[in-house]
């Protein structure tokens, strides 16, 4: 199974900082970089989502801005 | 001037490929990563962005999903 | 390999129109249900989407508004 | 009135849960398929949004990812 | 009929340009600013947008970022 | 620096909320018109955002709909 967002970033959660409805998970994806997720609450506990977990970070290309 | 977007990968352009209304811009952000990013044409343009520019990619937390 | 995105809808495709940078997708949900998609050509041939593709229409809560 | 997203689910709400900023609210959109929705805590009080209200989901088109 | 967004700008049309899949609108809502929207060709053509035409535009609270 | 939204609103802040995750900040950009943002708490203590602080508000042109 593919999925079509441009963006997809292997990495090792970090941090997992949980609130009532959503979580904020930080994922270090190599080169020094990390990537900041928030996502439902909910989904952190079905997916089984923890600090040390391998996840990919997806992002659609029009939900990315650029500065120059 | 700082910007809330928690995610900011700096990189040089590796690509752009003109719509009419949007444009596809590729970015090299090291670690082997790339970002793809779909901005509005205008906005290429008004920031002359080419293959060669640095640029930084901004993305928002809420716009990043997890695959676990 | 589960994705956060609490809404996953299965369908088939009824139609794909191509642009120059993205392409719309139509997906037949069952219920009397469509979901239109906008996603960068470049996705569509990867995948290899056509009309009579089995996909599966992914949005993040974050992105539904209501209305009441 | 007509509204610009091609994606307009009507259904019935089946779950409230509110947080301090956000709440989450799920609707039943016939088919078997559910919406889950995170909005603002504010939007949910302005639109007397409750477990058995009507609504209509809306998503706009460039907000949907595909998996294939 | 109400809508969760809680950013509802209205204004007038000022220019609309169409490309295969999406449409760019900018709208004047006073005060000296202008939004730009970009959706799909088919929505303006199905609500009838065009140069003069009195809209609103609708933000969703977690699109939008801060500069500070 | 520029950035590639095109919808860039500068106004001053009336309202911050904070919750665990996320925080609500309420921006009058004049004319009448006030923006409202949720974005990361950690983005607002970063940034120092407060009441009185003078930021501009930032939309991607897909971030936004028309009612028409």
Redesign the interface.
Same mark, same amino acid.
């Given at each position: 199974? @593919?999925? !079509? /967002?441009?963006?997809? #970033?292997k990495g090792k959660v970090t941090n997992v *900082? *949980? $609130? +009532?409805?959503? /979580?904020? +998970?930080v994922?270090d &994806?190599? $080169?020094?970089?990390? &990537?900041? !997720?928030?996502?439902?609450l909910? !989904? &952190?506990e079905? #997916?089984?989502?923890k600090e040390g @977990?391998?996840?990919?970070?997806? +992002? *659609?290309?029009?939900? +990315?801005? #650029?500065? /120059?």
């Open positions: 199974m @593919s999925i !079509s /967002a441009r963006n997809q #970033l *900082k *949980k $609130g +009532v409805i959503t /979580a904020e +998970v994922v &994806i190599g $080169g020094g970089n990390h &990537i900041t !997720s928030i996502v439902s909910e !989904s &952190i079905d #997916l089984g989502i @977990s391998e996840v990919t970070a997806l +992002v *659609k290309s029009t939900s +990315v801005l #650029l500065l /120059a």
